[in-house]
């Protein structure tokens, strides 16, 4: 099916009896986003049923629904209709979050490692990480994790060869052309350069963590007496109270 | 609050409070999580008429030690040993009728790993997004542990039959309804073409649970189908169920706690119905995994689930018609 307006395409397979994979190709990859980001926004509102979730990544929405309340089959047919008939609204977000760093040392164990691969000096390495106002393309696991794009190293960061079995929250990692920043402790193979001191996570609050897909970020650099005297401070959107 | 009804904890290993899970977590980025065994945990839920996301207790290998401080209904489904009140054996499955004081034990058995126990009324637990599943990622949950009391939101007045002295209800649940089949049934996965012929391995060989099993995911060892093309797969949502051969001679298969988004093509996915399955296996079983469709798969979950809603609605006919007023109730010696 295609959505004339959008120049894109999608493509349902089956991901179990729970489950479907909806692909949305196109040539314009911030369209082929900007869909995926649509289409997640309608099935969460509960566009086919209110027990039908989506996740929305890059160039895909995972569907998941009770196959006692709708079929995988069923959800294909209602997304042609949904092709056919698409809002213009955008992706939700597009609102900013600062977000202090730490760079190197302890704080960044691949900070040299990523200078030495991408042929860049350690300064220009954390400049470009605090250049622009990155998307945040999707939350991804574990725990809503903001996965950004960019920095542009000029070639894409190979992931460790054997993961670390825990980064700390607060983690910036980096990895092929994305940014990662994890709210919490977890298993990781990316390339961490980085930490932040803000708390990202909060279970006392509905959303968990303060931000969205289509949000975005900027990094700043800070030393360790600015790291130590906002460890702990609650993450929030820049113009927040 | 120490009038309040509780059930107290004298002894649990590996006990969560938990429920079907948190099924406005992927939207946000969180795994859904709740109950392994789903089916076990609805029924446990229904046989003693409470709504299917009431929370309830999950123990996980060892089992749980009970003693509530009122007469309480509850209900044990799972892998369950029979539930002992006192030292006395009663049916799992079943609702249970406990005098307040009493101590209900109860056990895993060999043949699984997980055994639920609901109690009539549930527990007041916190919630996140709606629901009390433990995030062990995000440390958030409820532990069971011993000492602990859970707080009961009412008490059940004894359902007790004066001729047998003990609940005996037929909500008309098969006698087999725990038994666990060690074939998995499996849908090819979207990524099913990446392995060529060779994904015709998983279905022809045996696979060895490994000890590492938990909700996030269950790995077992046996031979892993390749994939015939290689380059980086863009992180996508995967669901509950996938099968990923991220490296070695192990296969993972992802439970509810698993992270919603990887970058490793799923192979097949794991059934609804075969999920409950996959719960209440234990380190060093062996494994098959056998090819079905979504159509004999969806047909499979819709039977146990309107099985489910038949138990459900005689549960909460019989209660009612007990709940009425009756002149000489009689009671348990």
Known sequence: ?241 | MTDRPALHIDSATLCVVTDLGRVAGPARGLAVNGALDQFAARAANALVGNAPTDPLIETTGSGITLRPSDDVLLSVTGAPAEPAVDGRAYPAWAPLSVRAGETVRVGVSDAGLRAYVAVHGSFDVPRLMGSCAPDSMIGFGTRVEAGSALALRRPHPPLVNGRFGATVFDFGLPRDVGRVSSALDVIDGPDAAEFGPGLQRLYDSPYTVTPRINHVGMRVAGPVPRRSVTGEVLSRGVPVGAIEAPTGDELLVLMRGRGITAGYPVLAVVTSRALDHAAQLRPGQTVRFRRTTATAATAAHLERRHLLDRVALRARTAFAALARPHPSRPSRT
């Open chain 1, 1 to 241: 099916m295609t959505d004339r307006r959008a120049a894109t395409t999608t493509a349902v397979s089956p991901c179990g009896d729970a489950a479907v994979r909806v692909a949305v190709e196109g040539e314009d990859t911030d369209q082929v986003w900007t869909v995926v980001h649509r289409l997640a926004g309608w099935l969460n509102h509960g566009g086919i049923h209110p027990t039908v979730t989506a996740v929305p990544t890059y160039d895909a929405v995972l569907v998941e629904f009770d196959p006692y309340y709708t079929t995988g089959e069923e959800i294909a047919s209602h997304l042609r209709a949904w092709g056919a008939t698409a809002g213009t609204q955008g992706a939700a977000g597009g609102r900013v979050v600062d977000v202090p760093v730490l760079f190197g040392g302890e704080a960044g164990p691949d900070l040299e490692w990523v200078a030495e691969v991408t042929g860049h000096p350690v300064p220009k390495v954390v400049d470009l990480v605090c250049a622009g106002e990155p998307l945040i393309r999707c939350l991804g696991g574990p725990a809503a994790s903001a996965m950004l794009d960019g920095p542009d190293f000029g070639l894409p960061i190979p992931r460790l060869a054997t993961p670390r079995l825990r980064v700390p929250p607060g983690a910036v990692s980096v990895a092929g052309r994305q940014t990662v920043v994890g709210p919490v402790a977890a298993p990781s193979g990316w390339r961490q350069i980085g930490r932040t001191p803000l708390e990202i996570l909060r279970t006392d609050t509905e959303t968990v963590v303060p931000y969205r897909p289509g949000d975005r970020m900027r990094f700043l650099p800070v030393d360790e007496s600015t790291y130590a005297e906002l460890l702990g401070t609650p993450m929030r959107y820049r113009h927040d109270d």
